[in-house]
């Protein structure tokens, strides 16, 4: 027996398989937390831009941002657990998931440490580090990369277009 057969025959997997509410309910919390996320990136971004938020320090961006990012996030990862369980076949086997997922943690990582960096050199970031191409480049990036998650994430339903690629079973 192969791990997704494994995890689609345990009591979770089957109670999300058998109540029709419950994968759409998910869905729909997964979808609410990616747009917290995204927006809260987006304000980031765009104060370390200088683009909104002039008038706030970036510290304070992230500390008014910050919180809303970590606990979607969070939720991101419960709802995101909860799909794979009940769905492992579809999510597993699908090219798009690992991209997906790849995208997810260089995302992350990026932003714990952008904030771990900031907390450290809070004064040099305001001063100089803010200004630098290098420093809006990534701004920019991060955003690409999250927008790139949402597309990903959608491609999952149809990821028969990575064609070879990709071994997840047709919708």
């Known amino acids: 027996m192969s791990v997704i057969e494994w995890l689609s025959l345990t009591p979770l997997s089957l109670a999300i398989q058998t109540h029709r509410w419950v994968v759409p309910t998910i869905q729909s919390i997964h979808i609410v937390a990616i747009g917290v996320v995204v927006s809260s990136v987006f304000m980031i971004d ?37 799909m794979v369980v009940g769905e492992p076949a579809r999510e597993l086997l699908a090219f798009s998931f690992w991209l997906k997922m790849a995208l ?56 028969h277009v990575w064609g070879a690629w990709s071994r997840a079973p047709k919708a």
Request: proline content about 1%; glycine content about 8%; charged content about 20%.
């Open 46 to 82: 765009l104060r370390v831009l200088g683009w909104a938020g002039r008038d706030q320090t970036l510290a304070d961006t992230v500390a008014r941002f910050g919180p809303w990012l970590t606990w979607a996030l969070v939720v991101l990862l419960v709802t995101g657990v909860l």
């Open 104 to 159: 997810v943690a260089t995302g992350t990582l990026i932003a714990a440490a952008f904030r771990i960096a900031l907390r450290k050199n809070e004064r040099r970031w305001e001063e100089s580090i803010v200004d630098r191409r290098s420093t809006k480049s990534l701004a920019v990036a991060t955003l690409l990369i999250w927008v790139g998650i949402i597309i990903l994430g959608r491609l999952i339903a149809y990821d």
